[in-house]
């Protein structure tokens, strides 16, 4: 018998009783008189760690599916605020094992990113911090339901932010502005509001920081980052690249666009139009699209049939946008059922599939590495990104499943759109430093910061005079930027990644499958630029693998005459 999500018990953990019964562990693991006695004992307190994990995921997923449920946004609230209880009962475990007689066969046992994983954790929290970081999750949970609070009324509905999607490709120019205008209405509407929340946020995080010893936020959020093996240096030299060998091509790519849909000028609500003829978008509604994801995933290899034969008989998919949902997509992972479980919004547009294939390139990183160290369930957030970036280009040869006549038009505009972010992603992280290296500035100053990024790099940007968006508050809607500080820049060193496995498969499919699959079954049992070495991947940091990869889509785009799609 199959155990379905909506089956999977949730009660909330007595933190008390737990605290106790790892006390008492961590006595048994220090008086342990070898390394495979202390192993024993963390199997035990694993055990405890992914019920403690799974309970807060399903709180967590439960809560945004729904976020007018309130016994689900209580419990939410629950783990927002004992989130730093639920780190110090962590720390117990790792201060345990980083000072273990048997350290060393624990690394050959366990591996040395553990080790690494629970140095950061340690650097990253003590109880000094306890009630800053309850203020960070209360800051950051308040920005994420006043947006999927959001309701708009527009073309005769009510809509919320993520029905807006339709609308900001329709082929008539009025309706796509209209619909901009209405969005930014209700964020104009928000502004101060938002821009308080993330002030407020970023003099917390400083706080946080400073009273932990580092110089500012941003030494902290690496650590919390989990950035093991590249620094802020390599990241900003990354950066430059982009700004050098991605945005002239971004500002050709958009020209091009003018003059395909036929534009005197291109302005902001227009870059989501791609075609006269309209953009691709999926045939038929959310039930077919999941059947085609059945026959796709059949076909592409035994593993990933698998893996969505298992996803869909325990209903671990809720992808449709619906009123008091919260926006965006998301993977998660939940331990004691062994599960995936992936979260979206579909709304019409080619962006249902594409959430689909890339949510499920996590989802199945993390079916096919389920370990037995939980910290290994999920690699850093930029590995990650590779697994789910690198999907979407694995399942091209599909895509006629789902755009039919219009897969073509789909290919260009998925190429261009990836290309196009990465100066943009790239913007988000600059910002991010900039912000947390003078967190004393005004609301009004970050986001004249914002228009100064916006120039270096998207130039071709023309908001039309639309307000709030040309005093500076794109960044508002980036909810990476409020929940998960730093975990922007990750998207941009994955897309290098992926993009190298797109020419990979375009030369061997099979070879370039078979190192991806390796690569998931190794989950974060590596940091990045060793999971990439694994995969026979060059690192984004390396001189000239951005400019390689950029000049080969060059000549993928340019050999497409896209005033014919």
């Not at 007018?68 to 783990?79: A, G, H, L, S, V």
């Not at 209405?185 to 400073?210: C, H, Q, S």
């Not at 689909?356 to 096919?368: D, R, S, V």
């Not at 508002?476 to 990750?490: E, L, N």
Request: hydrophobic share 35%; proline share 3%; with cysteine.
């Amino acid at each position: 018998m199959v155990t379905k999500f909506h089956d999977y018990k949730y009660e909330r953990p007595d933190l008390q009783q737990i605290s106790k019964e790892v006390s008492e562990l961590i006595e048994k693991f220090n008086a342990a008189d070898s390394a495979k006695a202390q192993s024993k004992v963390v199997d035990e307190l694993n055990k405890i760690f992914n019920h403690l994990d799974t309970m807060e995921t399903l709180a967590n997923i439960r809560a945004s599916i729904d976020t007018k449920d309130e016994f689900y946004d209580t419990e939410r609230n629950f783990f927002d605020e004992y989130d730093p209880v639920i780190t110090e009962i962590n720390n117990k475990y790792y201060d345990a094992i980083l000072n273990s007689d048997f350290r060393f066969e624990l690394e050959d046992l366990y591996g040395r990113q553990l080790f690494a994983l629970a140095e950061n954790e340690l650097k990253s929290y003590d109880s000094s911090i306890k009630e800053l970081v309850q203020e960070e999750n209360r800051l950051s949970t308040r920005y994420s339901k006043l947006l999927a609070a959001a309701e708009i009324e527009f073309d005769g509905k009510v809509l919320n932010l993520s029905e807006f999607g339709p609308y900001m490709q329709d082929s008539d120019r009025n309706t796509r502005k209209e619909a901009t205008l209405a969005v930014q209405g209700f964020m104009g509407d928000k502004l101060d509001e938002i821009d308080d929340i993330y002030d407020r946020l970023v003099k917390t995080r400083d706080k946080i920081a400073k009273t932990l010893g580092y110089e500012d936020f941003v030494e902290l959020g690496y650590v919390r980052m989990n950035r093991i093996d590249y620094d802020r240096d390599m990241v900003e030299k990354f950066r430059n690249q982009v700004a050098e060998y991605v945005v002239p091509l971004v500002t050709k790519l958009k020209e091009r666009q003018r003059r395909r849909i036929g534009l005197s000028d291109l302005k902001s609500y227009d870059e989501s139009f791609d075609f006269l003829t309209g953009n691709a978008a999926p045939k038929g509604d959310t039930e077919d699209i999941m059947e085609n994801g059945a026959k796709m995933y059949k076909e592409l290899s035994s593993e990933t049939d698998e893996f969505y034969t298992f996803m869909t008989d325990r209903e671990l998919f809720d992808v449709e946008a619906k009123k008091g949902k919260e926006g965006g997509g998301y993977c998660t992972f939940i331990p004691e059922y062994d599960s995936p479980f992936i979260f979206s919004n579909f709304n019409g547009t080619l962006d249902d599939v594409t959430v689909l294939t890339h949510e499920a390139g996590h989802a199945f990183q993390t079916y096919m590495s389920r370990f037995d160290v939980p910290e290994y369930q999920l690699p850093t957030f930029e590995s990650a990104e590779i697994h789910s970036m690198s999907m979407e280009y694995f399942t091209y040869p599909w895509m006629d499943l789902f755009f039919e006549e219009d897969t073509d038009k789909f290919k260009f505009s998925h190429m261009a759109d990836n290309i196009s972010f990465l100066p943009y992603g790239v913007a988000v992280d600059e910002f991010q430093h900039i912000v947390y290296e003078n967190p004393e500035m005004t609301p009004a100053e970050r986001r004249n910061e914002w228009k100064k990024l916006e120039e270096k790099y998207l130039p071709h940007r023309d908001y039309d005079g639309i307000e709030p968006l040309v005093d500076g508050s794109f960044w508002h809607r980036q909810g990476h930027v409020f929940g998960a500080p730093f975990y922007y820049i990750d998207y941009t060193l994955a897309q290098v990644c992926a993009l190298q496995f797109w020419q990979r498969a375009n030369e061997d499919f099979e070879a370039a499958w078979k190192d991806y699959v390796a690569l998931c079954k190794l989950g974060g049992s590596l940091p990045f630029n060793a999971l990439v070495n694994v995969a026979g991947l060059r690192s984004p940091f390396e001189e000239g693998s951005l400019k390689e990869v950029i000049e080969e889509a060059d000549r993928y785009l340019e050999a497409i005459d896209d005033t014919k799609l």
